[in-house]
Nanobody, 129 residues
Framework: QVQLVESGGGSVQAGGSLRLSCAAS????????ISWFRQAPGKEREGVAS????????YHDDSVRGRFTIPRDNAENTVYLQMSSLNPEDSAMYYCAAKRGIYDCGSASWIVVKDYDYWGQGTQVTVSS
């Protein structure tokens, strides 16, 4: 089992920064890859970034590469989404998700929503122009 709780969302001006946290618990956490997704109203949920169980392998969507990073601290059981140079198109509900016991979410498969076993409740990010 893996339980996930997101925090850190809020409202920010364009060009600003935010750091989201995904606090995890459960016996499978340290062996599970974690990804961040986001969903804006009327749009499908989309992958933002992914990190392997040990933090060594990361993937980013093209829309956030160079602006977002996904550090992982297994000592604190937390995966972060560090976001900078935010723009209004980044406004969405942000979710973290885990694939139980899977080391690497996969270069092609990390964006597949249905492949994830656990999800958090989400945290809202709003970027104003």
């Amino acid at each position: 089992q893996v339980q996930l709780v997101e925090s850190g969302g809020g409202s920010v001006q364009a060009g600003g920064s935010l750091r989201l946290s995904c606090a995890a618990s459960g016996s499978q956490y340290s062996r599970s890859c974690i990804s961040w997704f986001r969903q804006a109203p009327g749009k499908e949920r989309e992958g933002v970034a992914s990190v392997s169980a040990d933090g060594r392998i990361v993937y980013h969507d093209d829309s956030v590469r160079g602006r977002f990073t996904i550090p992982r601290d297994n000592a604190e059981n937390t995966v972060y989404l560090q976001m900078s140079s935010l723009n209004p198109e980044d406004s969405a509900m942000y979710y973290c998700a885990a694939k139980r016991g899977i080391y690497d979410c996969g270069s092609a498969s990390w964006i597949v929503v249905k492949d994830y076993d656990y999800w958090g409740q989400g945290t809202q990010v709003t970027v104003s122009s």
